[in-house]
Structures are given as C-alpha cells and as structure tokens.
C-alpha cells in the first residue's frame, strides 16, 4: 500500500503565484486533514474534511483553500502565495471521526515562497 | 487553541527515563501522541481515549487525565532510537468538530 501521497516534495513559488498541493490516500480513509509546519510553531491545523463532500476550516485556514470531491483526493489550493506561507505542509488520514485511530501522515511538501 | 506541551526540550543518557506533558483548557475526547525525526513525517505512537482505553506502542506508556484535561507520556530506559520531536494532539468533543489540534512539540535529544 502507498498510504498517503503527497506531491510534489518541494516547490518554490512567486509572490502572488497560485498553487495546488496534491494529496491522495488508498486506505479508504473518511477523514483527512492538512497541516502546516513552521520552526517553533508545532502542527498547525489548516483545513479538514470528514468525509467526500465536507470540509472545514481548522487553525490557521486564510489564504487556502480545499475541496472533497472523492474519498481519496484531498487538494490543497494557494491562491495567491506569500512569503508567510513558507512552510513544509503535511497531510493527514484517519479511518474516521472521532479520531479514535491513529493518522497516517504524508511525507511533506517543503515549499519556499519568494 | 493549540495544547500546551512540556518541557519544550530535554537531552537525556541513553538509559534514563523522561515524562512529557500535555494539557489543554478544552475538555478533550482524546489525546494522541507521535514522534517525528527530523527530516521525516510525523508517526503514530499511541491514543488514550475518554475512559481509560489505549492503543499503541508496546514500550511507551501514557496516563491520561480527563478531570485536569492533561496527559503524559512515560519514556522509560531511554535508547538512542527515541531521540525526536513529540507532539501532543488532542480532540475535543462537540458537534461535527472532529478537530485534532497539536501541541508545538517536546524536542528528545537521547546521547549515548
């Protein structure tokens, strides 16, 4: 099984370019979320879904955007990149909600913004 | 709101033993621990459910606390191979707000 995929590994943007983060499961997963991580700052929560279909917002969501079309694609959208937004961004999957088992992560995307 | 997490680092020996703390001001449902090497993606570790339930590692343990909303994971007989990043999550109840919020992390440094 490949768990979860995320592409591409690294990427260097433009100010102001736009951007999707790919993210791809094949464990059948209902749940799947995005995180953000920064020096000093831990996991920060960007976007969720619980489901095809259902999103929500987590900790620090401006400047992304997400959607759920299937079960195993969970894309996430820069619209307008910023230097803020340098960071290695992770993906996550779980079997379900409540999160009562354990998340399967990603191996990152390290992106720079310029 | 992130979980608070302590101490934000700690060097052991290779034998010795550490405890790493996590509390939150939110009633929790649950709380999950992972480790993280550098360079690498966070791995699963354990869960510790409302009612005392827990899933996971064989050589690591964890208590958890619902009144105080806090948690701690016991590193005991410390090897090299625990040398990493520790995080906290926790999930609060309530509605579809299946959220899992981590903590910023406990750096493990283990020297031989």
């Known amino acids: 099984n490949a768990g979860v995929t995320q592409t591409p590994k690294f990427q260097v943007l433009k100010t102001g370019q736009s951007m999707t983060l790919q993210c791809a499961q094949d464990?059948?997963?209902?749940?799947m979320s995005w995180y953000r991580q920064d020096p000093g700052m831990g996991l920060r929560l960007i976007h969720y879904s619980v489901g095809a279909g259902i999103t929500d917002q987590g900790e620090v969501p401006n400047g992304y955007n997400v959607s759920r079309s299937t079960t195993e694609d969970f894309p996430l959208r820069l619209l307008s990149a910023a230097p803020s937004q340098t960071s290695v961004y992770f993906c996550a999957s779980s079997y379900g909600a409540p999160l009562n088992t354990e998340a399967f992560f990603g191996q990152g995307t390290r992106l720079t913004v310029v | 709101q992130q979980p608070v997490q302590s101490p934000q680092a700690v060097i052991l020996r290779e034998g010795e033993d550490a405890v790493i703390n996590c509390s939150s001001s939110k009633a929790l449902y649950s709380v999950h621990w992972y480790r993280q090497k550098h360079g690498e993606a966070p791995v699963f570790l354990m869960i510790?459910?409302?009612?005392?339930e827990q899933k996971g590692h064989e050589k690591i343990s964890a208590s958890f606390n619902e009144k105080k909303q806090q948690s701690s994971l016991y590193l005991t007989a410390s090897q090299l191979s625990y040398s990493g990043t520790y995080f906290c999550?926790?999930?609060?109840?309530?509605?579809?707000?299946?959220?899992?919020?981590f903590g910023k992390g406990t750096l493990l440094t283990v020297n031989p």
């Open positions: 464990m059948n997963h209902e749940y």
């Open positions: 999550g926790t999930e609060s109840p309530g509605g579809s707000n299946y959220k899992l919020t």
């Open positions: 510790l459910l409302k009612g005392g």
